[in-house]
């Protein structure tokens, strides 16, 4: 009697110490954050139709001049990482600012909040302008 309490106790700690480790994932989210270049982010734009463009200059730079379908959030606001929060984390992002910097800045933020998939524009739409790649005020 005593070998099967001793087997039983023996197999329910067995159990309890597998059972929980095997009910878990090993998978873990993957964060892609990339520089990218304008052509290739016009690319990117064509192939991905659901791609969210940020542009995070003040409102001032963006009422100027911004790519089409571009939503504002600036990046010198209180409220920016906020703002970002309100966002679907597991879309495609393709960030952008004047010349790289703020959205460079940006897309480490978004990484840190857990955003899966940025892209940020390099050279900003400085150098997207200077590639004669669209853009709409």
């Known amino acids: 009697m005593k070998k099967f309490r001793l087997l039983s106790l023996t197999l329910l700690i067995t159990i309890?110490?597998?059972?929980?480790?095997?009910?878990?994932?090993?998978?873990?989210s993957i964060t892609i954050i990339e520089d990218i270049t304008p052509e290739n982010a016009f690319t990117l734009i064509q192939?991905?139709?659901?791609?969210?463009?940020?542009?995070?200059?003040?409102?001032?730079?963006?009422?100027?001049?911004?790519?089409?379908?571009?939503?504002?959030?600036?990046?010198?606001?209180?409220?920016?990482?906020?703002?970002?929060?309100?966002?679907?984390?597991?879309?495609?992002?393709?960030?952008?600012?004047?010349?790289?910097?703020?959205?460079?800045?940006?897309?480490k933020i978004m990484a840190d909040i857990d955003f899966t998939k940025t892209y940020n524009l390099l050279g900003g739409i400085k150098q997207w302008k200077s590639q004669g790649l669209p853009t709409a005020n």
Request: with cysteine.
């Open 47 to 107: 192939d991905n139709p659901d791609i969210i463009i940020i542009d995070v200059r003040t409102p001032r730079e963006f009422e100027e001049e911004h790519i089409e379908n571009a939503i504002n959030i600036n990046f010198y606001s209180s409220a920016f990482i906020e703002n970002l929060k309100t966002l679907d984390k597991n879309k495609t992002y393709l960030v952008y600012c004047a010349i790289g910097v703020r959205s460079s800045n940006a897309v």
């Open 16 to 28: 309890g110490i597998i059972l929980p480790s095997g009910c878990t994932s090993n998978e873990t």
